[in-house]
């Protein structure tokens, strides 16, 4: 067993010009102000910093200090939240390799790229959203449904375990979290028809401690559920319960491709002993009559034990998924009116406020994006669907300012069509949605930011930007909003009201989640801007700013 290093030793290696250090357990539970240590920042993914050096008066005098390139051959776009830990900074790219960079000296401390068999099968396009450091270790999850652990201060291959067949369409593209001894990681790529899971590995052997499966097998209750024909909210679904009994049992075994990827990084609670995530859609996802009952734990927030990988409770939001209205947006814990709470944002375009202890839900937002034709079940010749699949909250990480009080959501509006084809038989390997989402003509996507009240469920202001935004949000006590564009813009926000306050241009998509962090006593942003797979503009960088001298 590891032994865990003073806080003051941390302190003293931290300001060591160039130092790699390990990072002790309690970092994670209390990272420094001056750094980035996990996905989130903090375990309860806030993306909220300390930070006051860069504020609403001074944010103008922001310029590029450094520009890192990623030097890989293959520019897919970059989705990845940079990990900065002891001056060092760990940045992933699509196609899984990791880079570290000193940020005193701006080298390249070193490069590990990943082997990808060609027969490996994902959705939705090759994404990876970043690393986890414990102790001396990197921990990353590949497109080819691995884990890997790397030596921090070399790259070295420290274990490099299977999680799935890499041919099956199960994935891994979420950052990894961990807690103690455990690697967390969820499997991703519901549109093949997996069986969804979290599981827990040793991070010390790659062991797998437990794994819980988000489509429960009859022996654990099923995937029927309680045959709902609402929302926990209150929205009609557009169900037959009886054609669905009826129909049940001709599909008794589609637990076993019952969907429900986990595409993000979750939420710990470490006074609770909870982690807290979002699951994804059940397969397939456009045809309801190839799944009947609830599909559970589709569409869900989930909280389990860490310890042991126990449910404890979910909210299914959306009985019976007929939409692709799943729930990728990294769920955030915060305190509200005194209450700790889970805040989780949904692709439909509302917020959702839940109790952290018991899972009772509280309230709803006001809708975040336009909504249009809601509850509308798709059919062959195709129905309207507004937020389409990408629109409202997607992947994108939201942020939640203490110091505010408001979640800051980056959310799209792009309608689309939604179809049912003839239903096919679910083929390994192979695309299984019975349907398809087609885009509309003269719609073109568009963005907002959003700034939600979680106590009222009120939208306390907008503000659109002209294409779609594909770029988490970063929240500062300087009383600022980080927010990238697909266009190739970033820029700062007035956290109170939305005011657009700094920008600048990075020449590619900032679609990935920008970070703030302390090196020698100056605050420093850095945000990747590479694009996206179906971006027009590419790149394969990231950019670091910081205060330039005062006119």
């Excluded at 996990?38 to 103008?60: E, F, I, K, M, W």
């Excluded at 799209?412 to 695309?431: C, H, L, Q, W």
Aim: with cysteine; net charge neutral; charged share 20%.
């Amino acid at each position: 067993m590891r032994t865990a290093i003073p806080l003051l030793a941390i302190a003293a290696i931290v300001q060591a010009a160039g130092a790699q250090r390990t990072v002790a357990p309690a970092e994670l539970l209390t990272p420094p102000a001056g750094e980035w240590l996990n996905h989130g920042r903090t375990y309860d993914n806030q993306r909220y910093s300390p930070l006051t050096q860069v504020t609403r008066a001074n944010v103008a005098r922001l310029v590029p200090t450094t520009v890192y390139q990623m030097n890989v051959q293959r520019a897919d776009g970059l989705e990845a939240t940079p990990i900065v830990a002891g001056g060092v900074m760990y940045m992933t790219t699509s196609h899984n390799s990791v880079l570290a960079f000193d940020l005193r000296t701006n080298k390249r401390l070193w490069q590990y790229d990943h082997e990808k068999p060609e027969r490996a099968i994902f959705c939705c396009g090759p994404v990876n959203r970043g690393v986890a450091v414990a102790g001396d270790k990197v921990f990353m999850a590949t497109l080819d449904a691995r884990l890997v652990a790397l030596d921090s201060k070399t790259g070295a291959v420290k274990w490099n375990i299977i999680t799935h067949p890499a041919d099956s369409g199960y994935s891994n593209t979420s950052a990894p979290l961990v807690i103690g001894n455990k690697v967390i990681i969820g499997a991703a790529g519901g549109e093949y028809g997996i069986r969804g899971s979290v599981t827990a590995y040793d991070a010390e052997t790659g062991r797998q401690i437990w794994r819980f499966y988000t489509v429960p097998s009859p022996a654990a209750g099923g995937w029927w559920g309680k045959w709902a024909t609402k929302t926990p909210w209150g929205d009609n679904l557009p169900r037959d319960l009886a054609k669905e009994r009826a129909d049940s049992a001709k599909h008794v075994d589609t637990w076993k491709i019952g969907g429900a990827p986990v595409w993000v990084t979750p939420a710990y609670d470490a006074e609770l002993g909870l982690i807290y995530f979002g699951t994804g859609n059940p397969s397939p996802s456009n045809d309801g009559g190839e799944r009947p009952g609830d599909n559970l734990y589709n569409n869900s927030t989930v909280a389990l034990e860490a310890e042991t990988g126990t449910l404890r409770w979910y909210v299914q939001h959306i009985p019976h998924d007929l939409w692709d209205y799943d729930l990728p947006n990294p769920p955030i814990l915060a305190r509200v009116d005194g209450r700790k709470v889970v805040l989780h944002a949904g692709k439909e375009g509302w917020l959702y406020v839940m109790d952290a202890v018991t899972g009772a839900t509280i309230r709803r937002s006001e809708g975040f994006v336009p909504q249009e034709n809601m509850w509308v079940a798709p059919d062959a010749k195709g129905i309207l669907m507004r937020p389409g699949i990408f629109g409202g909250a997607n992947w994108p990480p939201s942020s939640f300012s203490p110091q505010t009080g408001l979640m800051y959501i980056p959310a799209r509006d792009r309608p689309n069509m939604a179809t049912v084809n003839e239903s096919a038989e679910r083929e390994v390997g192979k695309m299984y949605t019975a349907g398809s989402f087609p885009a509309i003509r003269g719609r073109p996507p568009t963005g907002v930011l959003s700034a939600v009240d979680p106590a009222t469920g009120k939208v306390r202001w907008t503000v659109p930007t002209p294409t779609w935004t594909w770029s988490g949000t970063l929240a500062t006590a300087g009383g600022l909003v980080f927010m990238g564009e697909s266009d190739g813009w970033f820029r700062a926000y007035d956290a109170t009201d939305g005011r657009v306050l700094w920008s600048y241009f990075c020449g590619a998509g900032v679609d990935s989640s920008p970070i703030t962090y302390e090196i020698d006593g100056r605050q420093y942003i850095a945000v990747p801007a590479g694009g996206i797979r179906y971006a027009p503009l590419k790149g394969n960088a990231v950019f670091i700013f910081a205060l330039g001298e005062a006119k």
